[in-house]
Every structure is written in C-alpha cells, then in structure tokens.
C-alpha cells in the first residue's frame, strides 16, 4: 500500500515536471496543494516528514483553477527562494520552455517565481470556487461591452 501509494507521487511528480510547448515560458497562478523535499536525487518526501533539510531542493505540488492550454490542471515547480510558502497559499508558476538551459548548465525546469497570497486571504480561499469563476465571468462579460 505505503509502496503504490509512493509509486502514485512520483509519477504524480514526473508528470508536472514534464514541460510543454503550448505553456512553455507562460506563467500561471495556482493554489499550493503539498510541499516536497528532494531528500536524495530523485527522491521526493513530503516537507513536514523531511524536517529540517535547509540545503536541499524544495519543489511545490501546484493545481489551476481552470484547465492550462494543454489540459493540464496541476504541475510541480522547484521553490528556489522560500518565501514563506505554505500549502494553500497561491503562487505564480513560471513554465519551462523545452531546450532552455539555465546558466550553470542544469535541465530547465518550473519555478515558482511569485508568492501572490497567503492561505488564509480571501483570495486564496476563494481560488477554484464557483463563487470566484462565475464573478471572474461576469467581470470579463462586464469589460467586453462597449462603454457610450
């Protein structure tokens, strides 16, 4: 159980980690859903069971209100400066772009660029609910319409 349940993440992992021609270089808001520390290369544990691993490679499990422009709703990131983040909170999420190497020669990957809200906001509590989409709606409609 606890083996498929750890097979399960890091297929969960990899498949957010894979980067994508149509979101690749765009960057999106979404909620912060776990927190995960790479303990050995490749290895992911959840961050309260990791303790207090400063030095190692922090990566966030992200979800999107809506669908992504290739289907996607959720994606992993690496969390380069931690801000603060926390499950809950809402960040902005800067795709990879295929064949983009960093400066020290490392595979491009995700990065959340942004912390925009804490967990306990409004906002964030009001990310993905049918609240927030239908007024979000209303206000795109409201701008759509010709002023006199």
Not at 26 to 34: A, D, M, P, R, T
Not at 76 to 88: C, I, K, S, Y
Not at 103 to 108: D, E, H, I, L
Request: aromatic share 6%.
């Amino acid at each position: 159980m606890v083996r498929a349940a750890g097979w399960l993440l890091v297929a969960a992992l990899a498949a957010g980690c894979a980067t994508d021609n149509s979101v690749g270089g765009s960057s999106h808001i979404g909620k912060v859903e776990s927190l995960y520390v790479e303990q050995y290369n490749g290895v992911f544990v959840d961050r309260q069971v990791a303790g207090d691993d400063a030095d190692k490679a922090v990566w966030v499990y992200v979800t999107f209100d809506q669908p992504l422009a290739d289907g996607r709703r959720f994606a992993t990131a690496m969390l380069e400066q931690d801000p603060g983040v926390e499950a809950g909170d809402l960040v902005q999420l800067r795709f990879a772009r295929d064949g983009d190497p960093e400066g020290n020669a490392v595979p491009a990957h995700n990065q959340v660029i942004a912390l925009i809200a804490k967990h306990d906001t409004a906002q964030a509590r009001a990310f993905g609910s049918a609240h927030a989409a239908t007024a979000d709606t209303l206000r795109q409609a409201a701008a759509a319409v010709p002023q006199p």
